[in-house]
């Protein structure tokens, strides 16, 4: 029998620049997750405020209050995580990292200005994230600003110990 995957072709990828379908996947599930934890929040909120003052309360009826709070919550939810760990949730979960440019961990100003910068790639019809695609450093705009690059980060112990449990114990010996 034969293992489904070698330790190396699990690992090999650690430290390579992340491409376009792994960061876009990543960042879906991020997007999901961040909105998933705001719309909790709220309907929490609009719960709270009714079982305190017995009137009806609807974030929806302050839009403008609304956007405002969602834009402040996707700046906390990116920045904080990625000046803690270099990555998101849905980064985590997809084997992602931010790191300086240099391979050392983001600092916390470097996740801030990444933060601030990645609407820049949006704002331009997108453009932003060509380097992506076209750069051998995978760039995006935000990441150039910020002096920041996505890499696989898979955990090589972990990947090596699981590869080792698939093992048919007759020939681990």
Same mark, same amino acid.
């Given at each position: 029998?034969? =293992? =489904?995957?070698?330790?190396?072709? &699990?690992?090999?990828? @650690? ?9 876009? #996947? +990543?960042? *879906? ?6 909105? !998933? ?5 709220? +309907? ?5 405020? @009714? ?9 929806? @009826?302050?839009?403008? *209050? ?5 834009? #402040?919550?996707?700046? #906390? ?5 990625? +000046?803690?760990? !270099? ?14 440019? %240099?391979?050392?961990?983001?600092? +916390?100003? @470097?996740? #801030?200005?990444? &933060? ?9 019809? !997108?453009? !932003? ?7 051998? %450093?995978?760039? *995006?705009?935000? %990441? ?23 093992? %048919? =114990?007759?020939?681990?010996?």
């Amino acid at each position: 029998m034969t =293992p =489904p995957s070698s330790p190396s072709s &699990t690992t090999a990828r @650690q430290g390579h620049y992340a491409g376009a379908v792994t960061r876009l #996947v +990543a960042f *879906a599930a991020d997007v999901g997750i961040s909105w !998933g934890i705001f719309t909790l929040a709220s +309907a929490g909120l609009n719960f709270a405020v @009714q079982l305190v003052t017995g009137t009806t309360f609807a974030v929806q @009826q302050y839009p403008v *209050a609304a956007s405002v709070s969602l834009v #402040v919550w996707e700046f #906390v939810y990116f920045a904080y995580q990625w +000046a803690l760990s !270099g990555k998101t949730v849905g980064m985590a979960l997809f084997g992602i990292r931010v790191v300086a440019t %240099d391979g050392s961990p983001l600092q +916390a100003r @470097q996740a #801030v200005v990444r &933060t601030l910068a990645f609407p820049l790639s949006f704002l331009l019809f !997108g453009l !932003g994230f060509v380097g992506i695609l076209l750069n051998r %450093d995978r760039h *995006a705009l935000h %990441d150039r600003l910020a002096r920041t690059v996505v890499v696989y980060s898979w955990d090589a112990r972990a990947a090596r110990l699981r590869w080792l449990a698939r093992q %048919d =114990p007759s020939t681990a010996a």
